[in-house]
């Protein structure tokens, strides 16, 4: 499959999972339409991800350095945000309990957006050093 | 100078084991907090600083450890931990989307710090038992 295709898919199927995941956020309740959405976005984004990690193959070597980069700086990213998070709840600086469905939604959030940020510092950079 | 490279590279050899330790103790205590946390459903004092000494222990020694700091660097290291952790990256979406799937109709109920504790849990959990994998077995074989 091409590049640019892949590109598509991968921009499509993160508006799919971040809008089911806002909608799920802030109604904080799952519906079919959500789930739905949800499944079959998040489907994609690890299946584009795989692809575009190039696990099995060799193609470029540039960008599977890049993407492998980036997942594993958005990992250390989302563990530390989320042990902060937990510590803005535990010292009540927020005034608001989340619950158990909008941390889940939060934690898959922060992952994406850590890898894109991270994918797209690299990517902007050229290589890794 | 390459004297001095030596030198270095077999100081940095003698405290490799620390890294590690602190590593491995820093992700212990964030494993043991995660289960607390998951299994009761609370959030207590010992948990908070069992959370902030693991998670300083684990993350200032993560670099050093996997080696991608210039003075301590191992390609072979370097290469196994990126990806045993982009793996665990795979598997913890994987399986907090999972979470999200049995939240559906509140087939399986939990609260925020449950959840909070299963994400970091499984991604400790996957992330160590890759790096062991690779570790165990290596290097990676990618094809060439």
Redesign the interface.
Known sequence: MRSSTLEYILWISSTVVFVSLLW?FFLNR?G?IS?VA??IG?ILV?GT??RY?QC???EDERMRKV???S??N???S???L??M???I??LNWWGY?????????L??MV??IT?YGWFAYYSKKGDIE | MEGNNQTKKAENTNTAWLYKLSMFLGAAALIIDSLVMVWTGTFDDYIFVGLLLGLMCMILSFWQYIGASPETRDERMLRVSTYAITLSWFCTVMAIGFAAILAYNMHVQYNGVQAMGFALLVGLATMLGWLAYYNNKGDLDLPD
């Not at chain 1, 309990?97 to 939604?105: A, D, E, M, P």
């Open positions: 799920v799952i079919l789930l949800f499944v998040i690890v991800l795989s990690n099995n193959s060799p993407a492998a980069f997942m594993m958005s990992w250390v989302a563990v530390t989320l042990a998070l937990l510590a709840q535990y309990v989340l619950s158990g469905l909008q941390v889940i939604c934690a898959i992952m994406l890898f």
